[in-house]
């Protein structure tokens, strides 16, 4: 429990800084470390909450609603304190990576906006024009790319590639269904390497098969990652 609390609180704190200004590699290693943690020590099951495991067996936590009350040995309340305390902490942990994944895509589409942006003017404004079209896409590129900016990219494609291991990792554990509904967009995403992280993923869970990859909508075309 503490290892994986440890790790996710790195980890989140380490995305949360990321979109401001710490160095692009010591977010990428902490998010990508605690990724290979929850990896590791989740379980081959998915985690039923206790509450739901307790009304399956006719009573609740409390004993209330005419039931007796559930009474654990040992070594079972102390596997429950870890799924509960690990559940706690995947959580927040896939929370952080989802913030930090749309703050990158937001960075990657206003860079893609600036160089657009830049080209339009150089065509409207001619062959003159054509080095100050290309100095002002230079400038904004530099503009969008500084180093809050630059940080909240790195930040966003390293917890996208994390989603994406995990999902394709842990297919079966709790929060599948949620990274796949966060990935699906990815598909989209203006930074190819966050479209091909979320590509990759989703196309080992359908190969994979199995009810989560029915649950992958059908999208029209191919995704467009451009940077």
Known sequence: RSLVAEASGTASAAAGMGRQQQDPRVTRLAIL?????FRDVAPGYRVRPFDEAAESAGSSFDGAGGGAAVRLSAEVGALRAFEGGLLSCYGAFLRAL??????????SSSLIKAAAAAGKMG???GDNAAAAAAASA??????ALSPAAAARRASGRAATRAMGSLL?????FNYSSDLLRALVPRLDDPDRQCASAARDAISSVFEAGGALAAAIPQRRGKSRGRA
């Not at 470390?33 to 943690?37: E, P, R």
């Not at 913030?99 to 895509?105: F, I, K, V």
């Not at 230079?138 to 503009?143: D, F, G, N, Q």
């Not at 394709?168 to 079966?172: E, K, R």
């Open 138 to 143: 230079s400038a904004s590129a530099s503009a």
């Open 33 to 37: 470390s605690a990724a290979a943690v």
């Open 98 to 107: 989802l913030r930090a994944s749309d703050a990158g895509r937001s960075a």
């Open 123 to 125: 065509k409207e404004g």
């Open 168 to 172: 394709s990792a842990l297919p079966h």
